[in-house]
């Protein structure tokens, strides 16, 4: 079987597997991934370009460790990007569109309702996905998920503020509500004010030792 270095790293990387400052020494990955010195040294090469991993000089490669102030910087600049994503959305979004949005909407609605605070984590994934899908907008879609694979550590940061679950799905409703009504500058300021508290929170849960944004 083909082993697609730079998939399995980056996968690695995105879901925590590697942590942050681990190193990523050439021979041991060719050994765990069973592909080629070349491939390996090709996917380290891609993998800093898209900022996951960073080399230190005469100490080879480490998973690049992201800061909360570049995290919030990142958030900002996913804001932008998915503010514009939200609006094409809008444009182009069918009625079975409004309602799959809905759908997802109301299965983080439930997870909530149970308490099931990290659980709600899982359609709001899927509720930017969908957004992503309906905008096809694939330039700004590649954009958005590599900025989004730099905030892996901060995952659960702020959903685990008090009130914070709550206003988040209130603001997912505003950018499903404007994209069903085919408000494209609605759903774009919704996505904006989304983003933008996302990034408020994160900045005061900065203290506060943990994994991801969202």
Do not use: C, W
Request: net charge negative; glycine share 8%; charged share 25%.
């Amino acid at each position: 079987m083909v082993v697609d270095a730079y998939e399995s790293l980056r996968a690695a990387i995105v879901s925590g597997t590697l942590l942050p400052n681990e190193r990523l020494v050439e021979a041991e990955l060719v050994n765990s991934l069973g592909a080629r010195r070349t491939a390996v040294r090709a996917a380290l090469a891609r993998l800093a370009h898209e900022g996951l991993v960073e080399h230190e000089r005469n100490r080879g490669a480490k998973v690049r460790l992201i800061g909360e102030r570049e995290a919030v910087e990142i958030l900002e600049t996913r804001a932008v990007l998915e503010g514009l994503i939200a609006r094409k959305a809008a444009a182009k979004a069918t009625p079975a569109d409004a309602e799959e949005l809905l759908g997802i909407l109301a299965e983080m609605r439930a997870r909530l309702a149970a308490g099931d605070l990290l659980g709600s984590s899982q359609p709001n994934i899927r509720l930017h996905a969908t957004i992503q899908r309906i905008a096809d907008h694939g330039t700004a879609a590649r954009v958005v998920s590599t900025l989004n694979s730099q905030l892996v550590r901060f995952q659960y940061r702020t959903i685990l503020q008090p009130g914070r679950p709550e206003d988040s799905y209130a603001e997912h409703e505003a950018i499903v509500s404007a994209i069903a009504a085919g408000d494209e500058d609605g759903a774009e300021a919704a996505m904006l004010a989304h983003l933008s508290q996302v990034a408020e929170a994160l900045k005061s849960a900065a203290a506060v030792p943990a994994g991801g944004v969202r």
